[in-house]
């Protein structure tokens, strides 16, 4: 167990430094609420209206945000109680939730299974997931795609112990993939629309029939329990956003092309993939979270069995 929760904190080495900031300009603050973010979703799209911060003034807080490059890195900020708020894929909050982390589910995304894929190289030999055995898969240890990889291996009938897997971060993961080191790669939009478009990279599978992968939206056990009406102001805000993404795709590819780096078409084509609607939790969805989990816990990834009801405030409540 500690070997387990040391690894899962040393993964998250760099949200420290980025935290820094936050605590800092947190300190001191009566009311605040902290939120963590990833350059692509509907938290940046919030962030850059700026309108929370309008209806949270009323109440008598602020908001600060905090950047982050993947879920692992946003929650542990979570469990260290420098951000109070944010959204990761489903794998992430398994490992936190096993790890202690003070974690509360107050939302999702519907599911979008399109947005996550194994992929390899244009004129690759493999043609099917059963020749991933024995083979280099590169992927985010800890992110959705790791959920993907061990559920289309399973229906392919290849263990995940058959094949060898690569942990690297998505930047590293794509150097690997176009240079030849590993055989395939797992992962998902926009990163997986990028490779796509520069590299011809085939799809082996994406979560079609296989996984949800939904998005949750967090918020630290101390600051729901402090100020819940706080967390609702947050996510009636997160869904006039998604109402307007989802009606106008090519203005949201627009504004997100830049801070991602990435073009305008290959962003749109990340964000057909993706899925709209910010719903409170449900006892299907807690369901399906936990199966999650205990394939998790079976294989060996996280140390000990966990209830995801523990830590998801369902709708109503």
């Not at 938290?43 to 879920?71: D, I």
């Not at 939790?281 to 205990?294: F, K, L």
Request: hydrophobic share 45%.
């Amino acid at each position: 167990m500690r070997r387990f929760i040391q690894r899962w904190i040393a993964s998250a080495v760099l949200s420290i430094s980025m935290v820094a900031a936050t605590v800092g300009a947190s300190y001191g603050q009566e009311k605040v609420v902290r939120i963590g973010f990833q350059k692509y979703g509907k938290l940046v799209l919030l962030k850059s209206k700026g309108t929370l911060e309008e209806k949270l003034k009323s109440a008598g807080y602020k908001v600060v945000w905090t950047e982050f490059p993947s879920g692992p890195p946003l929650l542990e900020a979570l469990n260290v109680g420098a951000i109070d708020f944010g959204n990761t894929g489903e794998a992430p909050p398994i490992f936190a939730q096993a790890a202690g982390a003070p974690i509360q589910y107050v939302a999702y995304e519907p599911p979008a299974p399109k947005g996550e894929a194994i992929l390899v190289p244009k004129d690759s030999k493999l043609n099917s997931v059963a020749d991933l055995k024995g083979k280099k898969v590169a992927l985010n240890k800890g992110s959705n795609v790791h959920y993907l990889l061990v559920k289309t291996l399973e229906k392919a009938g290849v263990k995940y112990s058959e094949i060898e897997p690569v942990f690297l971060a998505p930047a590293d993961a794509r150097a690997a993939f176009e240079r030849g080191a590993v055989d395939a790669w797992v992962i998902w939009d926009p990163f997986q629309a990028a490779a796509e478009a520069a590299t011809g990279a085939r799809t082996f599978a994406d979560g079609t029939g296989i996984v949800a992968n939904y998005q949750f939206y967090f918020s630290s056990k101390k600051f729901l329990e402090s100020d819940p009406r706080i967390v609702d102001v947050v996510l009636a805000q997160l869904s006039e956003v998604d109402d307007w993404a989802k009606g106008d795709i090519h203005a949201v590819a627009e504004q997100l092309a830049p801070a991602i780096g990435l073009s305008v078409p290959v962003v749109e084509v990340a964000l057909k993939r993706q899925s709209y609607g910010i719903k409170p939790i449900t006892e299907s969805v807690v369901a399906d979270q936990q199966q999650v989990a205990d394939t998790f816990f079976a294989l060996g990834l996280i140390p000990k069995q966990i209830k995801i009801s523990d830590v998801a405030r369902r709708s109503g409540s």
